[in-house]
C-alpha cells in the first residue's frame, strides 16, 4: 500500500504507505515524528534467523503484485492480524474493534487482553498518500490513531509491551487494503512519537532485539518462490539475519546515505546514473538537456510497499517513454503512465541504475527485468496496462543538497534478494535463487 507520494517521508511514519503525522516539517520531507539511530544496545540476543512466511496481494491473476503480507498476533490470549511488511514504516498500525470504517478487517479488541495498556494514550492522527494500488490517491487520506501498549508476536518472538497505533478511523484506502494493518521495519532504532522527542519507544524489530529474542535486526527479503536443492519456498522475510537458501554468490552491501535515511526513514541510496537494458545492451536514460548523457545523479528511497517505481517528475518519466514507444502516455493526472496492453508487452525492456557511491562502499548496477515493465490492466480501463514508472507529482528533491528523489518500489526489489540492515547501513542485494 504505498508511495511516498509527495508527503512521503514523514520522519517516523513515511512510507511509501506514506504516512505521516498531522504537522509537516519545513522542506520537501514532511511528517514530525522522528528516527534515531542508537549503538548504546548491545544486539546480543538467544535467537538465530527466523523464517517468516509472506503472503502476496494481487490482482490481475497474480500479474499485478501490490503487497506483501506477515500474520502477527497480539495481546494475551493472542489476536491474529495479516499486516504489511513494510521496509519504509516504523511503527505498527493496526484497526481498534470501536472503528467503523475498517472496512472487513480483523479489529484489535483491547478488552479481550489482560497484557494490554491504555498508555501512553498520545492520540496521532497520520495521513497517507497512496493505498494498496498502483496508482496515487487524488488526495490525501487520513486515519485516526492512539498510542497504546500490548505484547506483539510474530513466529513466536515475542515484544513485550510494544508501543504501536490503534487506530478507531481508517479511511478509505486503509479500509479496502487486504491486509489489516502494517507492520514497519523500517532502519530507526529508536522513534519517537512526538516533534519534541519527549516520547521515545522502540520499533518492534528494535525490541525483539532488546529482549533477547533476536541477535539482531537484520531483514532479508525474498518476494518470490525459490529454495535451493529444488525446495520451492514461498516469499519469505527473515529476522535476525540473512537466509543463504534464498540467494546465489555474494550480497553486494551499497552504503546508505545516513543523514537522508534518518530524515526520511526510508532506506535511502545515492542514483548514480539511469539506463534503458541491461548488460551490454543498454543506453542512457535520455536526458531533456542532454540526451548523450545519463540523468543527473540523485538518490532513491527502497520501499517494500510500494507496488512500483516513481521518477524524479514528469520530464524524466516522459524522456524515458518518448525513446520506447510514443503510445506510452499519462493516464492520469497523478503520475501514472501507460498504453494498451499489447503495446507494452511488446515494447517490455529492462531498466537498470548504478547505485551507491565508493566513498562509502559498493557501487553496483540493478536492474528492473522486462517481465516488470508491465504493471497489468488499470483498473477501469479494460486493454489499457500501466508501465512501472510513475512519476512525482509535483517532484521531489531532498533537503540537503537539493538532489532528484527516485522511488524504488517492488518491481526492482522483488528481482532480487535484498538484505536490510539498519545497524551498518547497508542494503544488499544478490542474486535470488
Request: neutral net charge.
Amino acid at each position: 500500500m504505498k508511495s511516498l507520494m509527495p508527503l512521503i517521508a514523514s520522519l517516523l511514519f513515511t512510507s511509501t504507505t506514506a504516512f505521516r503525522p498531522s504537522q509537516p516539517v519545513t522542506g520537501h520531507l514532511e511528517g514530525g515524528l522522528k528516527h534515531r539511530s542508537s549503538d548504546r544496545r548491545q544486539e546480543t540476543g538467544k535467537k538465530g534467523l527466523t523464517r517468516v512466511p509472506l503472503e502476496v496481494d494481487s490482482r490481475n491473476n497474480g500479474k499485478t503484485e501490490l503487497q506483501w503480507m506477515a500474520t502477527i498476533t497480539v495481546g494475551t490470549p493472542p489476536q491474529t492480524f495479516k499486516v504489511v511488511v513494510d521496509t519504509g514504516l516504523t511503527a505498527l498500525v493496526l484497526p481498534r474493534n470501536n472503528c467503523t470504517n475498517c472496512g472487513k478487517h480483523s479489529l484489535f479488541n483491547p478488552s479481550k487482553s489482560t497484557s494490554f495498556l491504555p498508555q501512553p494514550a498520545l492520540f496521532r492522527p497520520i495521513e497517507y498518500g497512496t493505498g494498496a494500488d498502483t496508482i496515487p490517491l487524488n488526495q490525501t487520506g487520513r486515519a485516526e490513531c492512539e498510542v497504546v501498549t500490548d505484547t506483539v508476536s510474530i513466529q513466536g518472538l515475542s515484544a513485550p509491551k510494544q508501543e504501536f497505533l490503534l487506530c478507531h478511523s481508517y479511511g478509505e484506502t486503509l479500509s479496502s487494503q487486504l491486509a489489516d494493518g502494517i507492520l514497519g521495519i523500517g532502519p530507526a532504532d529508536i522513534s519517537t512519537w512526538d516533534e519534541s522527542g519527549n516520547y521515545t519507544y522502540l520499533p518492534f524489530l528494535p525490541n525483539l532485539v532488546s529482549e533477547g529474542q533476536l541477535s539482531n535486526r537484520i531483514v532479508g527479503l525474498a518476494l518470490g518462490y525459490g529454495g535451493q536443492n529444488q525446495q520451492q519456498r514461498g516469499p519469505e522475510a527473515s529476522i535476525g539475519g540473512v537466509d543463504d537458501a534464498r540467494y546465489h554468490g555474494r550480497i553486494k552491501n551499497v552504503s546508505v546515505d545516513e543523514m537522508l535515511t534518518t530524515l526520511s526513514g526510508v532506506f535511502t541510496l545515492d542514483v548514480q546514473a539511469a539506463y534503458v537494458g541491461s548488460g551490454n545492451n543498454k543506453r542512457v536514460w535520455p536526458n531533456s538537456t542532454n540526451g548523450n548523457k545519463p540523468l543527473v545523479p540523485g538518490v532513491a528511497y527502497i520501499d517494500s510497499g510500494t507496488a512500483y517505481m516513481l521518477a524524479p517528475d514528469q520530464q524524466a518519466a516522459e524522456n524515458l517513454y518518448s525513446g520506447i514507444s510514443k503510445d506510452i502516455v499519462p493516464l492520469n493526472d497523478r503520475g501514472s503512465w501507460g498504453a494498451s496492453c499489447a503495446t507494452l508487452d511488446e515494447v517490455a525492456t529492462d531498466i537498470t541504475f548504478t547505485i551507491g557511491t565508493k566513498t562509502r562502499g559498493e557501487v553496483i548496477e540493478v536492474t528492473i527485468p522486462k517481465s516488470a515493465f508491465n504493471l497489468g490492466e488499470y483498473p477501469g480501463r479494460k486493454g489499457v496496462c500501466q508501465a512501472a514508472f510513475s512519476h512525482w507529482d509535483p517532484p521531489l528533491v531532498e533537503p540537503i543538497e537539493g538532489r532528484r528523489v527516485w522511488l524504488f518500489g517492488s518491481p526492482l526489489i522483488k528481482a532480487y534478494y535484498t538484505g536490510w540492515n539498519a545497524k551498518s547501513s547497508t542494503l544488499g542485494w544478490a542474486e535470488k535463487v
